[in-house]
């Protein structure tokens, strides 16, 4: 008879769709290259690090506005250099270590200490010095910086929190899983944090899902099909073709969240160091020269014949995605051939026979590096060639292997323009201080100078250091609006488009809201359920 | 000559008189962007259909035939220059020099070439043309894929010196040059016939990994391995068939040169 009634059971368990205890699967592309969460910077070990890290506030992919976390409320200091956090009373570790603010000031100091060369604490350093840690009562920890930190509280999005005590050191967690296998080349299996803090509105522990299983998968091909398939129910950042070629079975499944935070952009050699003749140099420091590159570049036919309409004209440096700071008054570039040959023209251009001369007779030409084995930005460039090549310039790409790409960009400056796309994962302007400084090493048009070249980069120089100071967040927007003023006006950067953020949730997810920002479909992993009828396939 | 031979030859002429008349007989130029129709099927102006950027896919198979199907032989050649010259002369000479050399060659063989290949193309200047960087791309393929023929050359070689005929010629007092020239040479030929047979084939394919590497021919350029790069993306292709086409030629070109290297290789 029991043997019946659990026969019954199990039948029942396979055969009706349910909710909960079920394993959630996706694919990390690259092995995490760490499981220590101050020192990611990778997107495998990124993915890891949200899925197991507790924070002390988290950034809400959706609103983009900070929500308490393990911090019930904070609170920075009007001069922007001190921080004071309430912490949540009775949170547990995994291995069931308590936690208080002295795991908050032991966080702290490992991810300032400088031995440990953390990307992450990166962002607090505004000036030398030491930070101080105030344990105060009530469950309450103050951490003063040396000198004002630009946007401190959501720098704390990051911050995944570490045990002072527990002998597990890094894999004693405070987020909703556990790394329980690793298994390099092939998955990373999370479990349940049975400690994990949060519960539902019905006052049901969380999270719902007993496990995350995380394939390590380069080939994007491969897991497209195992989405097809069954195998893996979510798709990060899918390739535009693949959106289209899936959507006929699967339109429901795949969403379309406007554009992304990623830029495509290409740019002129105009360090002084670069390996090319001066004349070239001199039109690729040209302003005049730059926009009308800019503008006889058709940005929508990139988006259409290369993204499939899953991408969006670039305006400037910011993503419209980015609420807050993409500065919504610049207008976007117009596609007007006509209008780039007048600017070349008045820069001492003309045209000779259908070919555009300098005013010293040179025929205008250059190359375009990028990097090999990407097709998209070979078709960019292809689209880009016959563009330009509408106002008299021969365009020769040149696909290079990427450790080549980087050493003529960074070490030997010998190329003449490149394209390349950069991916913000994060929301502040304080995040491409490296690429606006002008002594920044991504600064890449004219990396590392001693002194701004040009009056306009040492204003841009003023503004970002300005806004990185500033406490006040109107102020600071009002600057960094300033700098893509001045961005959209000199072009140092032609920022093409910004790819959209396209994502694929398999039916038997729920709970799953896409977004733009990343972890695009997971961000509330706690609350994501899987369909028991998959345990029937 | 046997009837598959007989048709392999027949293809081979088909495929190259396409590729050498590629101008006259391409619908549109290979780089030409017909925008306002990408990704068309077969139809009676496109009749291959259009890639993304709306470029007739038909005109670039063409285009493609040229570059890998006329450097492809040139790479060939070279090669089996570079191979005759080596493998002849270690063969000949044997003793210590034989030893020597095919320890070179094996040396040879060992390197790790498509790293000396991406090295090379890093750094060749960037302004150079298209068609030029090809022929660097082809030149190169051509200096390094001696070694394996060498080999075969020098064993042919070896066998010959000993033979009757050779031995004959020496003992009647004739000169090294001419028993190279006249004796050796003629007897030579058909193996290196049958290696610059088997090595077309190999520098098409060769071609075609580097382009799938996007290492190969420039943009815009065609080239047999640059188009087969669409077909990464294998799980579209039951819908769109046509872009098959670069790979079905390719097979057919290999398959020739490899029914005709083989029958070459009966006869040396």
Redesign the interface.
């Known amino acids: 008879m029991k043997i019946k009634i659990c026969l019954l059971l199990l039948a029942l368990a396979i055969t009706v769709p349910g909710f909960g205890q079920g394993e959630l699967r996706f694919c990390l592309h690259a092995d995490p290259k760490t499981f220590n969460p101050l020192l990611v910077d990778d997107d495998a070990s990124e993915a890891v690090r949200y899925l197991t890290g507790g924070v002390l506030v988290r950034l809400n992919r959706r609103t983009q506005q900070l929500e308490p976390e393990l911090a019930t409320a904070w609170k920075v200091s009007p001069d922007g250099r001190r921080i004071e956090f309430t912490l949540r009373p009775g949170i547990k570790f995994s291995d069931g270590t308590p936690f208080g603010a002295e795991d908050v000031a032991f966080t702290m100091k490992s991810l300032m200490d400088p031995e440990l060369h953390s990307p992450i604490g990166d962002g607090f350093r505004s000036a030398n010095g030491d930070m101080h840690f105030q344990i105060l009562p009530k469950n309450r920890i103050a951490i003063t910086f040396p000198a004002p930190v630009a946007g401190l509280d959501k720098l704390f999005d990051q911050v995944s929190m570490m045990s002072a005590h527990s002998p597990e050191k890094e894999r004693a967690v405070l987020g909703p899983f556990v790394v329980a296998d690793y298994k390099p080349g092939s998955y990373v299996e999370l479990k349940r944090n049975p400690n994990y803090w949060k519960k539902d509105s019905a006052g049901r522990h969380l999270p719902y899902l007993d496990a995350v299983r995380l394939d390590i998968q380069q080939n994007r091909?491969i897991e497209?099909?195992r989405f097809k398939r069954g195998e893996v129910q979510l798709i990060n950042s899918l390739d535009g073709?693949?959106y289209d070629?899936l959507q006929p079975q699967m339109r429901s499944e795949l969403f379309d969240s406007g554009p992304s935070f990623d830029s495509e952009q290409m740019w002129f050699n105009q360090s002084p160091a670069a390996k090319i003749p001066e004349y070239k140099l001199a039109w690729f420091r040209s302003t005049q020269f730059r926009q009308a590159i800019s503008s006889a570049i058709n940005r929508q036919?990139l988006v259409?014949?290369?993204f499939n309409n899953h991408a969006t004209p670039a305006i400037g440096p910011i993503s419209p995605a980015n609420k807050f700071w993409f500065n919504s008054k610049l207008k976007p570039h117009a596609y007007d051939q006509s209008a780039a040959i007048r600017l070349l023209v008045k820069a001492g251009f003309r045209m000779q026979g259908g070919v555009l001369h300098d005013a010293q007779g040179h025929a205008v030409?250059?190359?375009i590096?990028t990097?090999?084995?990407?097709?998209a930005r070979?078709?960019m460039?292809?689209?880009i060639?016959?563009d330009l090549a509408g106002i008299g310039i021969k365009v020769?790409?040149?696909?290079?292997?990427f450790p080549?790409l980087i050493?003529r960009m960074t070490r030997t400056f010998?190329?003449?323009a490149c394209l390349l796309g950069l991916n913000n994962n994060g929301l502040d302007p304080n995040d491409q201080m490296a690429v606006w400084l002008s002594s920044g090493d991504n600064h890449q048009w004219n990396p590392a100078q001693k002194s701004p070249a040009t009056a306009w980069e040492a204003e841009v120089d003023k503004l970002m250091r300005a806004q990185a100071s500033a406490t006040s967040a109107t102020k600071r927007k009002a600057l960094f609006d300033k700098v893509q003023e001045i961005a959209w006006e000199q072009q140092p950067f032609i920022y093409l488009v910004h790819k959209n953020a396209l994502s694929a949730v398999s039916k038997e997810v729920h709970g799953a809201e896409p977004v733009a920002l990343s972890p695009q479909t997971y961000w509330q992993i706690e609350k994501l359920r899987v369909t028991i009828e998959r345990a029937s396939r | 000559m046997t009837r598959l031979q007989f048709i392999s030859v027949l293809l081979l002429i088909v495929t190259y008189s396409i590729a050498l008349g590629a101008k006259l007989l391409a619908p549109a130029d290979y780089?030409?962007?017909f925008?306002e129709t990408?990704n068309q099927p077969p139809s009676a102006q496109f009749l291959l259909g259009t890639d993304?950027?709306?470029r007739d896919r038909l005109s670039r198979l063409f285009y493609a035939c040229q570059t890998s199907l006329l450097l492809a032989p040139a790479a060939a050649a070279l090669s089996t220059l570079l191979a005759a010259i080596v493998g002849t002369a270690a063969g000949y000479t044997g003793g210590w020099f034989e030893k020597l050399t095919m320890a070179g060659v094996d040396l040879f063989l060992s390197l790790p070439w498509l790293f000396l290949i991406?090295t090379v193309?890093?750094v060749l200047p960037?302004?150079?043309?298209?068609a030029i960087?090809v022929l660097v791309t082809f030149a190169i393929l051509g200096c390094l894929g001696w070694a394996a023929s060498a080999r075969v050359v020098c064993a042919g070689v070896r066998n010959l010196r000993s033979s009757g005929f050779m031995l004959n010629a020496r003992a009647l007092g004739c000169r090294r040059s001419r028993l190279l020239a006249m004796q050796l040479a003629p007897n030579v030929k058909p193996v290196l016939w049958a290696q610059f047979l088997v090595s077309i084939p190999v520098f098409v394919l060769a071609e075609a990994n580097l382009s799938m590497?996007?290492?190969g021919v420039?943009?815009?350029l065609p080239s047999l391995g640059g188009l087969m790069?669409e077909l990464?993306?294998?799980?579209?292709l039951s819908a769109q068939p046509w872009r098959l086409a670069p790979l079905a030629v390719l097979v057919v070109c290999v398959s020739a040169f490899q029914v005709l290297s083989r029958g070459r290789e009966v006869e040396a």
Do not use: K
């Open positions: 091909e497209v099909m073709e693949y070629r036919d259409r014949l290369v030409e250059f190359s590096i990097n090999a084995g990407n097709q070979e078709r460039a292809a689209v060639q016959q020769g790409v040149v696909t290079l292997d080549s050493e010998n190329y003449e | 780089a030409v962007q925008r990408p993304e950027l709306g991406i193309r890093a960037l302004n150079v043309a298209p960087s590497l996007g290492l420039a943009e815009p790069r990464e993306n294998f799980s579209g």
